[in-house]
């Protein structure tokens, strides 16, 4: 599979490119600047990579279009962006998706294979709230000014119909680095002698993940509230785990997820992580 990568100097992104490499994926990289991308990974890795696109705007579906047509590329992956201040729009998101998914449309549109596959990254906050009244999120009962710009890129994804676009939408949550083994010393990303696995993460669909709200969420008339902050909490994971998510989905050719938002839970005993270590590894 060949795979356009978006944000590969980023601290998901950076991973990224090591597991989709680790799985056999001819990665292209597009990023601002391949100087940066020549400090956050190692140079056994840059060398793996197929190609490096430098581009000044990844939200420009033109350029990704181009960046995929010429490269031939049958899947891309999002992990670009950043969310701003409170105070600057929070439309960043959103924008980056409508362009990946835009250029990944039209380039299945005239191809004779199905639709491409996708993935993008947004934030946990689109997940369905276990507990709550059916068809909550966690945004229903979190400060707009924290959730604006990762449901920015839900509502982006979820206008586009998954026979234009294989898409899956990665709700990712609080993140951390493994401090060696995939990043030397310097902090940069090596290459990986083969994939690392993340059997550590339940990983679900469209609701969190052996969610636990505690006795918070039982209070009455605010429970709902109050269980949102430290439930969620319990959520980090390590960037090199999930970056195994989306490089191994991608590789095993499989569509559990097409159409999904999808979440993931440590239930290894890492930062944050809950309890059974023996639970399911997917949750349907």
């Given amino acids: 599979m060949r795979v356009l990568l978006l944000g590969a100097?980023?601290?998901l992104g950076s991973r990224l490119?090591?597991?989709l490499v680790a799985y056999g994926a001819d990665v292209v990289a597009l990023v601002r600047s391949q100087d940066k991308l020549r400090r956050?990974?190692?140079p056994e890795l840059v060398a793996r990579l197929l190609a490096v696109v430098?581009?000044?705007d990844a939200s420009d579906a033109a350029t990704v279009e181009a960046a995929l047509r010429s490269h031939a590329c049958s899947a891309l992956v999002c992990a670009a962006g950043n969310q701003g201040p409170p105070w600057k729009p929070q439309d960043g998101g959103?924008?980056?998706a409508t362009a990946a998914l835009a250029a990944a449309a039209a380039v299945g549109a005239n191809s004779n294979s199905k639709p491409m596959r996708v993935w993008i990254v947004g934030g946990v906050v689109s997940l369905g709230y276990p507990g709550a009244p059916p068809g909550s999120v966690f945004s229903d009962y979190s400060p707009t000014v924290l959730?604006?710009?990762h449901q920015a890129t839900a509502v982006a994804v979820s206008a586009v119909s998954t026979t234009d676009v294989e898409w899956s939408l990665l709700c990712a949550s609080t993140m951390y680095g493994e401090s060696n083994s995939d990043a030397n010393v310097d902090g940069a990303v090596s290459l990986l002698a083969a994939p690392r696995g993340h059997k550590n993460l339940v990983v679900g669909a469209d609701t969190a993940p052996a969610w636990d709200g505690g006795l918070l969420q039982r209070v009455p008339l605010v429970g709902n509230y109050l269980a949102v902050?430290?439930?969620?909490?319990?959520?980090m994971a390590k960037y090199e785990d999930v970056a195994d998510v989306i490089a191994e989905d991608l590789a095993s050719g499989r569509r559990d997820f097409v159409g999904k938002f999808v979440g993931y839970k440590d239930v290894g005993g890492g930062r944050g992580a809950a309890a059974d270590p023996t639970g399911p590894s997917v949750e349907n």
């Fill in 40 to 42: 956050v990974l190692r």
């Fill in 17 to 19: 490119a090591a597991a």
């Fill in 229 to 235: 902050l430290p439930g969620l909490l319990s959520y």
């Fill in 54 to 56: 430098e581009a000044a």
């Fill in 94 to 96: 959103g924008r980056l």
């Fill in 9 to 11: 100097t980023g601290k």
């Fill in 147 to 149: 959730t604006a710009y």
